[in-house]
């Protein structure tokens, strides 16, 4: 059969960051932002940190379990909003889910090498694990934003 | 007995061309079952118990014929089958009321980390509440249960033996007739976890003199959201109940009420009428097939599949003795769920994950694992298909290395 769909999902790209992963390995600095999110049924563990200086994202770690999709988009992710300031990075994550829902997106936001998912909005079962890692980065921001000074207790 | 014609009863397995190998989740469901529970929909619809219509009287025949369709295939009484939502609720209902009003400080309770997390997770909380201790059966290197290995846990302070019947992660078959009669001569109670035995062996509850068992109606060709336990009678008797409500009552005053016998005082509020129908007729589809070429299938299948996959190259067999039709492995390197992506783009339906097995899957060092899981509409052909669909994955993702 044709794997045309297939070769969709799982791009060259992807599967660099799976086997390279970048910014892999988290620090024991509490000045980062730390969130550590499960997904119970595919045993799916990821753990991303961030640190914001300036409204930026001047540094960030991730660290997990998982499937090719979820490891390598942490890795991805990582990469494409370091650096980003923390109003462009809500943008950047709200495109990609609507993109990797198969829904309207805005095809001109630079998104970096996060726009080689698109191909998942033809497995919606695969859409958990496209998007815990931008969801773990949701959840810093919204740390960061709830308490931008606090020094991070996890 | 022919595959062929079986296949027949099953829409999808004609209308498609699906290779269903995740039984051991859930069976599919064969025309006679989806008849039975549109007949009771359609044409009959209404309450069971207390109507004086005809209509009700029909219906209540039909539900409690379904009951003692389950006491003839468990070889139990009437009063002894209670109708629940599932294995699940089954087990819970055993530790929550049973459980909590023998579990005492310092009591033992045997379970393993064979265990589905229902057969294992109501005692934990039991457990913890009741300050007793939590025992586990020490798996040999297989990781199966063995007797030998039963009797180094088993002791003066075993109140409760919670295991499973057959894994339904590695498919092995619990020696539980011995363990059960070990374990009455230290006194102790024994729940045995039938959802992946009832659909793929008789049972015998009498034979095995095990004090409750439980299954599901949905992995025997019956609909989702009915299940049984089985407990022995006087065991039910001394059981309170654990949901209060309508239908299981005798009289109502306002500050106490008394309750009905077993099994009634434990289905309380409107039973599951249509599931229950339908699992009746889910038993009398499973009695015209007959256990006996049910397991002759799941060991030609299953002996087929293992050849076939020992000639493949990178992959591993987490249990290559499995006793039944349900093997677990990996592709070396490929997560199970990049794998069963590839899987679902063949059409071949298997189960990658935990399998509601955590423990185990600590055990074997895995995050989770393809689990395929035959039942007797499987043909080798479906396994010709299943073997296709783990070189293309190989391949697949070989060439990305």
Known sequence: MAYGNLETLYRQVIMDHYKNPRNKGLKGDESFYTVHIKNPTCGDDLTIQIKVEDGRITEIYQDGVGCSISMSSASVMSETVKGMKIEDAIKVIDNYVHMVKGEAFDENLDMGDAIVYQGVSQFPQRFKCATIAWNALSKAIEKHLNCPYHKDEE | ?401
């Not at chain 2, 009003?101 to 109501?122: F, K, N, R, Y």
């Not at chain 2, 309170?240 to 077993?262: Q, R, Y």
């Not at chain 2, 007959?290 to 996959?309: A, K, S, T, V």
Request: hydrophobic share 40%; glycine share 6%.
């Open chain 2, 1 to 401: 007995m022919d595959v062929h014609s079986i296949r027949k009863d099953f829409y999808i397995l004609v209308n498609s061309d699906l290779v269903y190998l995740d039984n051991a989740a859930s069976s599919l469901k064969p025309k006679p079952v989806i008849d039975m529970i549109n007949f009771y929909n359609e044409r009959l619809g209404v309450n069971v118990h207390r109507g004086v219509y005809r209509l009700s009287h029909e219906a209540t025949e039909l539900y409690e014929g379904a009951r003692e369709k389950v006491a003839k295939l468990l070889n139990c009484r009437f009063e002894e089958v209670v109708f629940t939502r599932g294995t699940s609720s089954a087990l819970n209902l055993v530790a929550s009321s049973l459980g909590m009003q023998i579990i005492e400080l310092g009591d033992e309770i045997i379970t393993s980390e064979l265990e589905h997390h229902s057969s294992m997770l109501p005692w934990q909380n039991v457990a913890r509440k009741k300050n007793a201790k939590l025992v586990f059966v020490p798996l040999d290197e297989d990781k199966r249960i063995t007797v030998e290995n039963f009797k180094k846990v088993l002791s003066d302070k075993t109140k409760v033996v919670a295991l499973n019947y057959i894994s339904n992660a590695m498919g092995y078959i619990t020696p539980i007739k011995e363990i059960i009669r070990l374990a009455h001569e230290k006194g102790a109670i024994v729940i045995v976890d039938s959802a992946q035995a009832a659909p793929h062996m008789p049972i015998d509850v009498k034979d095995l003199d095990c004090d409750f068992l439980a299954f599901s109606g949905h992995k025997m060709c019956g609909p989702t959201g009915i299940g049984v336990l089985y407990g022995k009678h006087h065991l039910l008797q001394t059981m309170e109940p654990v949901e209060f409500g309508g239908d299981m009552i005798d009289t109502v005053e306002l500050s106490c009420a008394t309750f009905k016998e077993t099994p009634y005082k434990f289905e309380t509020g409107t039973p599951i009428i249509g599931g229950a129908i339908g699992l009746g007729a889910a038993i009398d589809y499973i009695n015209s097939i007959g256990y006996d070429f049910i397991m002759q299938q799941d060991n030609i299948l299953r002996d087929y599949m293992l050849q076939e996959m020992k000639n493949i190259n990178g992959i591993t067999i987490y249990n290559p003795k499995t006793d039944t039709g349900i093997v677990s492995f990996n592709i070396d390197g490929v997560h199970p769920h990049d794998a069963a992506t590839v899987f679902d783009q063949e059409n071949v339906a298997i189960r990658a994950g935990h399998h509601c097995a955590q423990p185990l899957m600590r055990c074997l060092n895995q995050v989770a694992t393809i689990r395929a899981s035959t039942y007797f509409y499987n043909t080798k052909e479906d396994i010709d298909r299943f073997i296709q669909a783990i070189h293309k994955a190989k391949a697949f993702f070989d060439s990305f290395i």
